[in-house]
């Protein structure tokens, strides 16, 4: 498939934005079965996968097309899309585009790894999370392998389960040293002091996923330099404040881009509070943010 020149695209409008955004389709199905994520196996009929397919080529396309703007692309799909070729070829497409700064995705790394040596790999990155018994250690680390040998820019990361950290503790001394491993709380743990010591020696940063982070009334990057984006193209500041700001495609979402509090309690996701001014994570991730690398990894 080919973005470039395709009919329909809106030129952009105003003054020149550098945005990130974060775009989640329709797509719901995952090849996977983990026990802590609802979707798991669960199949788009192939009506949805059609619907998936178009979504994902129009907002595709559109980003092509803004090349007076500056973008930063992470697709997080609750569903695995690197088993669907629509989602391998937009992010081989959208990565040799010179507006496009970063564009990265979410996956469990179950995919062909081939497809990258079409991409640029100095623009595409991928955010890859191991599931413990959903695939052996060793297919895991073969991909890595992989994408260690196109050179392909990558994190890896685990769910920071009881039962996945001797699993964890293996991978971390097979992978590379210089390849970041992280580690995601898993949802509603709370973790005793020694509990969080053994994951924070395997991921530095493990305590700012421990503890959900104030973020009533605080400033945040998101609705400013970083949207949410959904199949229809209607525009939120994040994924976890779904009042609107707009429409990509008609342009309406750029008038309400400007600063504004954090509405929430809390934020206890990576892919939102790692957008809050009050942590220093820019800095920690800097050059990185999408595909959650640290600046120089050397920990």
Known sequence: MTYLGLPGLRPAQDTPL???ILYRGPLASCDYDCPYCPFAKRRDSPAQLRTDRAALERFAGWAAGQTSDTLSLLFTPWGEGLVRSWYRSALAELSHLPHIRRVAIQTNLSFRTDW???ADLGTLALWTTYHPGQVTHERFLTKCGELDALGARYSVGVVGEPEHLGAARRL???????IYLWVNAAEGRSYTDAEA????????LFGYSRHPHPSAGLPCRTGESVISVDGDGAVQRCHFVRAPLGNLYDGSYRAALGPRPCPLDVCDCHIGY???ESLPLYDVFAGGVLERIPAGFSF
Do not use: N
């Not at 010591?197 to 530095?204: G, R, S, V």
């Open 197 to 204: 010591e053994d994951w924070t020696a395997l991921d530095p």
């Open 274 to 276: 790692v957008h809050l």
């Open 172 to 178: 971390r001394a097979e992978l590379p040293p210089e």
């Open 116 to 118: 990258l040596a079409e």
């Open 18 to 20: 550098d945005l990130t």
